[in-house]
Nanobody, 121 residues
């Protein structure tokens, strides 16, 4: 099973930017994605990218502000987050993903530790 480790979170003011990184223990021949979970809220889909990077998908709340990308040589995926808002505050998780009936799911049964993103107003 591929191990995934998220990093790059932090505290930033509204309007600022962060880039999250997801490092995989080996080449992940699968679609990859980001999810986030704020306190008291269910984990939600943020963005996904196909295994070869030719297609990307975004939640409506982040379209135009976030960009997902991957580097299969480095076994790494990124989430560039611009124009951050306080409502983007959450723990962000990366995952191997699949889509069913328009909904994105984690391919694995567990999640990593995530990386905390806090956006101050």
């Amino acid at each position: 099973q591929v191990q995934l480790v998220e990093s790059g979170g932090g505290l930033v003011q509204a309007g600022g930017s962060l880039r999250l990184t997801c490092a995989a223990s080996e080449r992940a021949f699968s679609n990859m994605g980001w999810f986030r979970q704020a306190p008291g809220v269910e984990r939600e889909f943020v963005a996904a990218i196909t295994w070869n990077g030719d297609k990307t998908f975004y939640a409506d709340t982040v379209v135009g502000r976030f960009t997902i990308s991957r580097d299969n040589i480095k076994n790494t995926m990124y989430l560039q987050m611009n124009s951050l808002k306080p409502e983007d505050t959450a723990v962000y998780y990366c995952a191997q993903v699949f889509r069913s009936d328009g909904i994105w799911y984690n391919l694995q049964t567990s999640w990593g530790q995530g990386t905390q993103v806090t956006v101050s107003s």
